[in-house]
């Protein structure tokens, strides 16, 4: 696909190759997490089912808050990165996006409950790392630094979104026992 005034041109073939690579990795590093967190003979039994909407709804506001601006961000996301960039319509999901990805980053930081209530876990420092990510990619564009807004919004799908929720999906926490447990 060729460049024109104001849009920029995808390879569809490259970044679906990236989305597959990422849930790659993301499997990876959740067995490797399950291995090297001792998990070994503990891990509770697996069941594979439809997702237990109830525990959800037990859960606390920040957490259904969280999981719904972080599916919702992950739904626009992943059509941002499969559209045309520089038109109007991926400027307008692209605040959206930036708004729901902020969502999820405050709410996360309310969320303090993976190793014990009150303390925060290592998945923190992703939303950390996001907090500063996020607003610094938003002023990139602004600036025309199109190459460095790209590089900072698919850190942040794909580290994120894409890692952090394939982490949600350890023994123990809530997204396995919605689906798993």
Known sequence: MKATAGQVSIDRGRDGRRVALAIGAVAAVVVVGMIQGGYGSRLPPM?????EFARLAAAPLQVQL??????IALGIGTVLMLGMKGRTMHRVLGWVWVVAMATGVISSLFIKTAFGPGHFG????LSGWSAIALPMAVWFIKRKE?????RMMMGLFYGG????GGLAFLPGRLMWGMFFG
């Not at 969280?66 to 599916?71: I, K, P």
């Not at 290592?122 to 420092?125: D, F, G, P, Q």
Request: glycine residues 4%; positive net charge; charged residues 10%.
């Open 47 to 51: 069941h594979l089912h439809g997702p």
């Open 66 to 71: 969280h999981l719904a601006a972080v599916l």
């Open 122 to 125: 290592l998945i923190h420092l």
């Open 146 to 150: 199109v190459a460095r807004h790209r």
């Open 161 to 164: 979104l894409v890692l952090a």
